[in-house]
């Protein structure tokens, strides 16, 4: 019923910085909140960040002070500002959609490689 496409992911260097980006389709008007998650091989999937309807954003500790998520309610696009780089944040990141009280839909996925 939700589309979400994701866009931006890639190889950086450690310290570096990328922005990923997520454009939602389909029943939007049913999305009470979009984010990110991750995944790495071997781990299990992770919520990194996650911003409202009306706003309101939360974030991984382990993300704090160098992620930022922003949307652009005029283009259904949600945004994930990654700064200081680490190869830890290597990963799968996916764009999530918040549909009642829990997460309903992925995207299908980019890599983010972080590696000299």
């Known amino acids: 019923q939700v589309q979400l496409v994701e866009s931006g992911g890639g190889l950086v260097q450690p310290g570096g910085s990328l922005r990923l980006s997520c454009a939602a389709s389909g029943s939007i008007f049913s999305i009470n909140a979009l984010g990110w998650s991750r995944q790495a091989p071997g781990k299990q999937r992770e919520l990194v960040a996650l911003?409202?309807?009306?706003?309101?954003?939360n974030y991984a500790d382990s993300v704090k002070g160098r992620f930022t998520i922003s949307r652009d309610n005029a283009k259904n696009t949600v945004y994930l500002q990654m700064n200081s780089l680490k190869p830890d944040d290597t990963a799968v990141y996916y764009c999530i959609a918040r549909r009642g009280i829990s997460v309903t839909d992925w995207g299908q996925g980019t890599q983010v490689t972080v590696s000299s």
């Open positions: 911003i409202t309807s009306g706003g309101y954003t």
